[in-house]
């Protein structure tokens, strides 16, 4: 463990090193912290802690996921947008199905750049504009 932590620590530090002297070139206003060892340090801390907590028990539970459908009469449009973290590049898919569990239509979109909550947003405008072409007002709404 004590050699990971190590590359961990070099690694962070080279990250903040470069950070900051993109910071201090794209922005006149930026203050290079008073003690930047302590923040390499805290932020290894933090990763280390967040990702190795060894102490720490995991209760186990098996949950069983599964998707219900509409009640009769009725459709529902299931939704998910994603976010490229790299690109900040959106994109959103979803699906309309009957209380059958019938496929009825789907879409995928891409939207540029955004936020998560726009793609999801982005997403269910999108399903409720083809369903709303295809003539159903009774519609249930699904996203996270």
């Known amino acids: 463990m004590g050699r990971f932590l190590n590359y961990l620590l070099f690694v962070v530090a080279l990250w ?14 930026f203050k290079h912290p008073n003690c930047p060892r302590k923040v390499i340090l805290k932020f290894v801390e933090d990763c280390w802690n967040a990702n190795y907590d060894l ?4 209760e186990e539970k098996i949950c069983f996921l599964a998707w219900n459908p509409p009640a009769q009469d009725w459709i529902k449009l299931n939704v998910d947008g994603s976010m490229s973290l790299v690109l900040g590049s959106i994109t959103a898919g979803g699906v309309i199905m009957d209380h059958k569990r019938n496929w009825l239509d789907g879409f995928s979109l891409n939207k540029g750049v955004g936020s998560v909550i726009e793609v999801e947003l982005w997403g269910i405008f999108e399903g409720l504009k083809i369903a709303w ?6 519609i249930v709404v699904e996203s996270n």
Request: proline share 4%; aromatic share 12%; hydrophobic share 30%.
């Open 55 to 58: 102490d720490k028990k995991v």
């Open 16 to 29: 903040f090193i470069w950070k900051w002297r993109c910071e201090h070139i794209l922005n006149p206003n």
């Open 133 to 138: 072409k295809t003539d159903h007002r009774k």
